[in-house]
Structures are given as C-alpha cells and as structure tokens.
C-alpha cells in the first residue's frame, strides 16, 4: 500500500507561481509513476503531468505534460525524500483547481488519464485570482 499527501497550496494572483509537493509512504519503490490532476468547479479530473518513478525501470525519470501547462508547469522528483513536485509558474485564472496526486503501479498506455492510478492523495486548493 502506498499513501500519499499534497501540500503546498494557496491563493495567488495571475502571473505568480506555487511549487505543490507529493509526499508518498509506505510501498514507494512499487510506485511506477506518479502523476498530478486537477478538478475545476464543474470540471472532470484533469491529467496534467506526470513522472515515471520506478528507479529500476529504463523510463525512470521521463515526465510529460498536459498542453495546457506545457511550458509553465514542471514536474520533479526527490526520490529520497518520497517526494514528486509540481512548480506551477506563470499561472492564469483558469489553473484554479483542487490538484491531487496519484500513483500508477504499472504501466499504462496513458499516464494522464486518471483511471490508470490506484491511489490518490486528498487534494489541495489552488486559486489564482486578477
């Protein structure tokens, strides 16, 4: 079993930036990948980057990204701290979301849909305002 914790969110006006932080315990290095979704109000859970995290793996450290943070958004990893962060900069009104992390134990063929994660942490708010 893998837990994980969000932290790092806040309210922030258009152009700043937050880092958010993944914190996992428990079975970590059975983690293949971790990657980070947000829900708008009224809005499906979105993929919007992700980090392959199995040290073993020959894809350790690929990220990708959603087109909408392309560019803006970044994702990294402390694997000795458990950690996955997501630095957000430049960021615009429509960011404004609960961001949650999650945990894939295996392989699937699109990390930024949400279906493919077994495990997720509680959220964090996020609100970017003019």
């Known amino acids: 079993q893998v837990q994980l914790m969000e932290s790092g969110g806040g309210s922030v006006q258009v152009g700043g930036s937050l880092r958010l932080s993944c914190t996992a315990s428990g079975r970590w290095y059975q983690v293949h990948s971790v990657g980070w979704f947000r829900q708008g109000p009224g809005k499906e859970r979105e993929g919007i980057a992700f980090?392959?995290?199995?040290?073993?793996?020959?894809?350790?450290?690929?990220?990708d990204y959603a087109h909408s943070v392309k560019g803006r958004f970044t994702i990294s990893m402390d694997a000795d701290k458990n950690t996955v962060y997501l630095q957000m900069n430049n960021l615009k009104a429509e960011d404004t979301a609960v961001y949650y992390c999650?945990?894939?134990?295996?392989?699937?063929?699109?990390?930024?849909?949400?279906?493919?994660?077994?495990?997720w942490g509680q959220g964090t708010q996020v609100t970017v305002s003019s």
């Open positions: 999650g945990a894939a134990m295996g392989w699937r063929r699109n990390f930024l849909d949400s279906s493919g994660y077994n495990t």
């Open positions: 980090i392959h995290s199995r040290i073993e793996n020959a894809d350790y450290g690929y990220t």
